[in-house]
């Protein structure tokens, strides 16, 4: 089948194309440059333009703190953007796979967090992404999987273990967060499963996370030692390291609607570090 993948320029998009091809399906990719999502005619012309069966919607304004000082721009990508692809999908009969986050939620829970447990996002950003789920269900009610991920890294972007790694390669001493947690997800894991769930679509939200759980210090330790790095990671708490935009203390995603599993996070790391080591070889 022949699916149309936007923000094919991201971490997520990158890898999810890649997956389009290697899972024997037509794979389009479109980075901003080419779609800008907030541009609703845009959107028309792309989809009438390539006829998918399928969108993967990757594009996404990112930028969680830069969204409390523009939480307009966040939402024109993130709602209204989001509710562009899909109702532009569902007019050509083509199935809308929307990607969502873990910062719908509160992260006031202390057990994983299951598709039909109340949303209440902290910032802007997590507004942003609820708004636009709620546009992706609105504009194709019959037509669309919402996959809540979360912590995502990745070969193609900025991401924590290529931060953590430059870090520990300047410092003895790494401060990392310790009172949250969650499920950092390997986009190379989440992207196969993405591609299988739009050619095999679930009607409604899914929950597609890294198995197993940590703290982002225990991540960053986890970092340092596949990494061979000589850095010792000592824990902080969120207090001592404030950020514009406030981030759930636990979100932990779990699914109770048979999502596709993934592998674990630890295995998410392995196998991005050995891509990291075969592109730099
Ligand atoms: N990263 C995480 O930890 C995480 C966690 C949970 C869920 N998610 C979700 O996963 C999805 C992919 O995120 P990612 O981590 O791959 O982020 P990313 O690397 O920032 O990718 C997002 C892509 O969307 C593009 N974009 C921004 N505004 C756009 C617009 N108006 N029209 C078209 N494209 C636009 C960006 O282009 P520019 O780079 O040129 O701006 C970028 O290529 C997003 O929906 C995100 O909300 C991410």
Known sequence: MRILVTGAGGMLGHDVLAATGRLGHEAVGLTRAEL?????????EAVAGTSPQAVVNCAAWTDVDGAEAEPDAAAAVNAAGAGHVAGHAHRAGAWTLHVSSDYVFDGAKREPYVESDATGPLSAYGRSKLAGEQAVAAAAPERHTI???????????????KTIQRLGDERDILHIVADQVGCPTFTGHLATVLVALAARPQLGVRH???AGQCSWCEFARA???????????????????PLP????????????RQAP??????????????QVQRAAA
């Open 36 to 44: 800008d999502i907030a541009d609703a005619d845009a959107v028309r």
């Open 147 to 161: 996959v809540r991920t979360s912590w995502l890294f990745g070969v193609h972007g900025r991401c924590f273990p």
């Open 208 to 210: 597609v996370a890294a």
């Open 223 to 241: 970092i340092v030692a596949a990494s061979e790095l000589d850095c010792r990671v000592d824990p902080i708490t969120t207090d001592q390291y």
């Open 245 to 256: 935009a406030p981030r759930p203390a636990f979100s932990v995603l779990r699914s109770e």
């Open 261 to 274: 599993t993934l592998p674990s996070w630890r295995a998410g790391l392995t196998a991005f570090m050995t």
